[in-house]
């Protein structure tokens, strides 16, 4: 080939290294390992920019870690149960796995399309049975181990894609469904829920991943601890009611309760006499969204029950009343009033006239000085008053004196509580794994035996949505016996949440096709963890501590000995509109990653997407940008392809070459090993200029010329994978460069001859003086002070200071 023809390049080496199965990757204990993994695609018919702006990045990092002597696992599979399919197929009228399945074949070309080193051996669906049958295995087991649980629960309900969604499903203060916009509505059902509560504790610890800073502050926001006391009041009719403080000093200030308007107390409690007012509130709380009800700004409204409850710190009756701004979905559902020291209890209290009793005593504050105009709520300055023995200690101490009082008491004690809640894993619709679980009119719930796993989705039902699971039409489906008693008995119905099947995906890829194991042992204690993954930063409260949450459980269960899915965790930005607005269909502003590889080739797009921004920022799309990258790779053909012979050797011209050489080998290295490709790129087109510059002039060796060309498709490979093997191959070298060790750089070669000695004088440029490189700070002194336009501003006078900065710059204080 003479000139370059980028399809004609770039079909060729993709069926080779698919026929030699050069990215097949297996144990090799000879090896480093590295298993290297990007966050799978949903199969929604067409990769977009953004699939190639997470993908071949994270494959140009996975072939350069091969290249330096690991063995690398790159896997790739489809996130390919939920809700997006089934909308989707509601809208064609098309059944779902068809719809699915015919989107992954087409995404599996565009995939390969891009040139990336997938191990297609390890593909894993999410949506086949083989792969649903472990994930049913897998709620079996949280099941054994007492973290998967049934209850009755108010949960957010979308009434466009009928189903119910997880907290962290429901997005913006309208509290919109995440998949469709919809805002959410309460609904009350049994639902299944997974124990993730129980390791909050564990993963509020980072210690053992190196993850970005932003995602670990958004976990522990998200989990939310606090440090308090669980105290136990109790009604006059004998009911306890628990509520859980940060600030169990102020328990003497509780002047009333406040339940949350769902609370299961609520109907008990009730009197005669407040019941219609009560219920009218109840209904009206219902149509509000927590965002709402716990919004700070918005009028307080409550009503009271009629009953009444004890204080148990000092025996005073005080009403029970329901307020919005009290969620079941926070804590118990109910707390302790203490408008004195709460800004929201103030204004309660305040609207209903119910007391105010002061129990913490601000510094400087006298008791003549008359009732609070506002809530104090320093935890860290004051003295407690009003509050019995306590009378005088001061609220540094006050929290700890107060709990241990508690606790010797039998009324209360030392507590943490989170924010975290558990997570919400049924839906009601058709389009995921079946919950593998009978109910048996004598034994309850039963699991399915696991010789009968799968539980099938069957392909024969309506799945228009309803508000309840299509599966309960299917009579096929629905009715089953008992594994235990063999009576008539009936399947559950709801499907479980997409992300429980993307939860252990990273483990599937060990072994896709097993059927005795999740995955294969020997895979596992070769391959786990996985050691760079890469994805979008919008899955931190979802997805990334989901995945966490599961492998703690699989720890439980035996099958790993790891404490987290993933080491050290990558997030890349966005690829934006020329607009530079996000990329949508409605806006017109989609870049369709088919057409650009058939006008440019892969290998053009790749090195665009890793030039044209940093990585883990993103930036708007610039078709004139793409030029570059393009010009790059023709060059790159060119001097590949291009037979030199040396003329005559100007002096210097070989050293010149080869700092340049291995400078840029250093640099992208560096820049390899800490995701900034733009600049490795940018490293890479200086390496082209001055090798295109020796082409002209013919004045280095063939060896030194071998050296840098060589070096200069070896370092562009990761990026530019197809390209390179063509040349490397026409350069007369064995197959392939992917298999090549990666070039080391000579510090001493790479090392500069000169510099430019910048001079400042009160910070203002006034010499640059090119002098010998590798001089200490003394001597740049020295050849700074020497400069005659230095001594001219300096008029005879000593500096009063001089100062070298990183060996490159002088800067005199006159």
Known sequence: MSNYSPNEVEAKWQQKWAE???????????????????MLPYPSGDLHIGHWYAMTPSDARARFMRMRGYNVLFPMGFDAFGLPAENAAIKRNIHPAKWTFANIERMRGQLRSMGAMFDWEREAISASPEYYRWTQWFFKKLMELNLAYRKMSAVDFCPNCNTTLAREQVWGEDRHCERCGTP??????????????????ELLDFSQIDWPERVKVMQTNWIGRSTGADVVFHTEQGDPIEIFTTRPDTLWGATFMVLAPEHPLVGKLTTDEQLEAVTQYRENAQKLTDIDRETADREKTGVFTGAYAINPVNEARIPIWIADYVL??????????????????????????????????????EDSDGPLEEAYTSKYEGHLVNSGEFDGTSVAEAVEKVTDW????????????????????????????????????????????DEELPVMLPEDVEFMPTGESPLKLHEGFLHTNCPICDKPSLRETDTMDTFMCSSWYQYRYLS???????????????????????????????HLIYTRFFTKAMREMGLVTIDEPMTALYNQGMVLGEDGEKMSKSRGNVVAPDELVNKFGADTVRTYLMFFAKWNQGGPWNYDGIKGPERLLNDVWDIGTHEYAPGNEAAGANRNLRRKTHQVIRKVTQDLEGFSFNTAVA???????????????KNVSTAV??????????????????????????RGHGYSIHEQPWPAWDEEAAKEDSITLVVQING???????????????????????????????DGKPPRKVIVVKGRLVNIVK
């Open 20 to 38: 030699t199965s050069l990215y097949r990757q297996v144990i090799d204990k000879s090896k480093p390992k590295h298993y290297a993994l990007t």
């Open 184 to 201: 959410v509505i309460k609904k009350d059902l049994e639902q299944w829920f997974f124990k993730t509560t129980d390791y909050a504790e």
């Open 328 to 365: 079941m979905s926070y804590g118990s559902g109910a707390i302790m009033a203490v408008p004195a020291h709460d800004e929201r209890d103030f204004e309660f209290a305040t609207q209903f006239g119910l007391d105010i009793i002061e129990v913490i005593r601000m510094p400087g504050r």
């Open 406 to 449: 508690l606790e010797e008491k039998g009324i209360g004690k030392g507590a943490v509580n989170y924010r975290l809640r558990d997570w919400l894993i049924s839906r009601q619709r058709y389009w995921g794994a079946p919950i593998p679980v009978i109910y048996c009119p004598d034994h309850g719930a039963v699991p399915v035996p």
């Open 512 to 542: 896709p096709h097993d059927g005795e194991h999740p995955f294969d042992p020997e895979e596992g204690a070769y391959w786990l963890p996985v050691d760079q993954y890469t994805g979008g930063i919008e899955h931190a409260t979802m």
């Open 683 to 697: 490293a890479i087109m200086e390496l082209r200029n001055s090798i295109g510059e020796t082409k002209k002039a």
């Open 705 to 730: 010329w071998n050296e840098a060309v060589d070096s200069l498709l070896l370092v562009l490979a990761p990026i530019a994978p197809h390209i390179t093997e063509e040349l490397w191959a026409q």
């Open 764 to 794: 203002k440029v006034r010499d640059k003086i090119e002098t010998e490189a590798g001089q200490n700070d003394e001597a740049l002194k020295e050849i700074a002070l020497a400069s005659e336009k230095v001594q001219g501003w300096l």
